[in-house]
């Protein structure tokens, strides 16, 4: 875990963390969600903001959806930039 990193998908403290930026192409809604074929269970997470320890806003987060796959869906505004964080369960990892 990073100095800051908020708990990713509610509670779990996670600690394998790999974070994502994405810029939304046209506004509406927009789904990510990890593989249900995945060797770990998934904490996912969708940010807004600038610095990890000052201004992060949480857009949508889960921690199992199906099994243990993730999935957030959420509104978006074309153009601006997401921060998305896949972690691990208890700081597992995997495929």
Same mark, same amino acid.
């Given at each position: 875990?990073?100095?800051?990193?908020? #708990?990713? +998908?509610g509670t779990n403290t996670g600690g394998s963390? *790999?974070?994502f930026n994405w810029l939304a192409p046209a506004g509406g809604t927009v789904t990510f969600q !990890?593989?249900?074929a995945s060797t770990f269970? !998934? @904490?996912l997470a969708v940010y807004q903001g600038t610095s990890l320890c000052d201004d992060l806003t949480v857009i949508a987060s889960n921690d199992d959806f *199906? +099994?243990?796959s993730s999935q957030v869906s959420f509104q978006v505004t074309g153009g601006q !930039? #997401? @921060?998305i964080a896949l972690? +691990? *369960?208890d700081g597992s990892r995997g495929d």
């Amino acid at each position: 875990r990073e100095a800051c990193e908020p #708990y990713h +998908g509610g509670t779990n403290t996670g600690g394998s963390s *790999v974070w994502f930026n994405w810029l939304a192409p046209a506004g509406g809604t927009v789904t990510f969600q !990890t593989a249900d074929a995945s060797t770990f269970d !998934t @904490l996912l997470a969708v940010y807004q903001g600038t610095s990890l320890c000052d201004d992060l806003t949480v857009i949508a987060s889960n921690d199992d959806f *199906v +099994g243990s796959s993730s999935q957030v869906s959420f509104q978006v505004t074309g153009g601006q !930039t #997401y @921060l998305i964080a896949l972690d +691990g *369960v208890d700081g597992s990892r995997g495929d």
